[in-house]
């Protein structure tokens, strides 16, 4: 059960799992093997899978479940031609090498000691585990393919710090269903985010201090979702229970400002963005906090009100202030970095550089796809940004691929009335006429 919940993503069953999933982790970190080693997991796979496999030599594969896997090549063999093929499946053996040295997140165990069928010598991979394909090589007539892969180094996937997330959700507390409610957010699931953030609030009393952060990150889900008046009044509640606080916290008062800003910036209101973007930046530096790293979010967004009232040159400061304080303060693939570089390249692309701008938005691609999930709606904008570099430069098969690219991810996240996914629709059509 858990592990169709994983693969098909059913966060209700995953919440209710959390304990499980929370307490697995726990003890396959207990047990993890010290060396390195290699192993074999036999298994059925689809035509198109195997295909796939082999047009992806040498980049990354992720598993969303546990993977279980045999210190003993004739076992995962054996099981492998125990199962019985139907058309349209493969014989697939997969050579792992794991090195626990490149291990941060997420855990192997040898469970040999600990199972009741030890001479399985079964080692079991924690859900999320990324590996590199090596190679891929044909094992002979009715044996199927050798897949070869090596663990890959779990710090710079998007999926690092869901098992740290998950591990702090163990208790049935508004607090942590709030937790939950913000990693689904943080994975682009606005709906569920908000269903399990409203729950948070019904089951918090009114004096609780966390509250005034629930309800900042549900303003945040509307505002992802395109209900920028929602999204406000949330800020506002949120503001307000920051200030019953002795001693607010002044990054979070700040950073709330600079939401509000957003907020009215999104409903066209530029004069009353630009009022809370400044009181952000004067809580801030009242703080002699200049260079915290929500100054970058307050000086793109400044930076977009001025691109979009054509001030490029202007835009283009401030962008590179947010990009100089984003690489001070965060990591190297932080998505954060990813935005200013797209925005970088979106005034290119208004100055007419759009060669610059296609180098920028490459770049905003390549840390996105570190940090965030590949159905994210942050990478949908910088896919369409593409799509009309591509348009410009008449290359339009490209633009096609760059447009359909965006749709597809907009469809799967966004509800059917959102401006960014009718802009999508648009944009596939237009472009189709073209081809």
Known sequence: MLNKALRMQDFDVLFSFRWFIADMHRQMSQYQCQ????????????NTEVERLKRSIGKLISFSSFLSASLLEQQAVFYQNN????????????????????????????????????????????????????????????????????????????????????????ENSPANISSFGILLWKMGKYDLAEKYLRRSIEESSSNDPELGSTYLNLGL???????????LH?????????????????????????????????????????????????????AHDEHHSTMGLIY????????????????????????????????????????AYNNIGAV???????????EYYERAVSVYSKSLPPSHPALALTYHNIGRVYEMKREFSQAWQYYQKALEIRQHALPPQHPELKEAEQSVRNIAVKL
Request: with cysteine; glycine share 6%.
């Open 35 to 46: 060396c390195p080693l290699r192993v074999y997991r036999g298994q059925l796979m689809t």
């Open 83 to 170: 199962v019985m093929t139907s058309s349209g499946f493969q014989r697939v053996l997969f050579e792992i090498d794991a090195d626990p040295q490149v291990v941060i997140n997420k855990p192997f165990a040898d469970l040999s000691s600990h199972s009741d069928f030890a001479g399985e010598c079964e080692v079991l991979f924690m859900l999320g585990c990324v590996f590199r394909i090596n190679n891929v090589s044909h094992r002979g007539v009715g044996h199927g393919w050798s897949i070869h892969m090596t663990l890959f180094d779990d710090s710079d996937h998007h999926l690092s710090g869901m098992i740290e997330e998950i591990q702090a959700i163990n």
């Open 221 to 231: 889900v509307y505002s992802e979702k395109g209900n920028h008046s929602e999204s």
């Open 234 to 286: 949330w800020y506002n509640e949120a503001l307000l229970a920051y200030m019953q606080i002795k001693k607010p916290n002044h990054v979070a008062i700040g950073n709330l400002y600079n939401n509000i800003g957003e907020a009215y910036r999104q409903r066209g209101d530029c004069v009353e963005a630009m009022d809370s973007y400044n009181t952000a930046l004067s809580i801030f530096e009242e």
């Open 300 to 339: 793109n967004n400044i930076g977009i009100i001025h691109h979009n009232q054509g001030n490029y040159l202007e835009a283009l400061d401030f962008y590179e202030r947010a990009r100089a304080i984003y690489q001070e303060r965060l990591h190297a693939y932080h998505s954060n970095i990813a935005l």
């Open 348 to 358: 290119h692309f208004n100055l007419g550089n759009v060669d610059i701008a296609l």
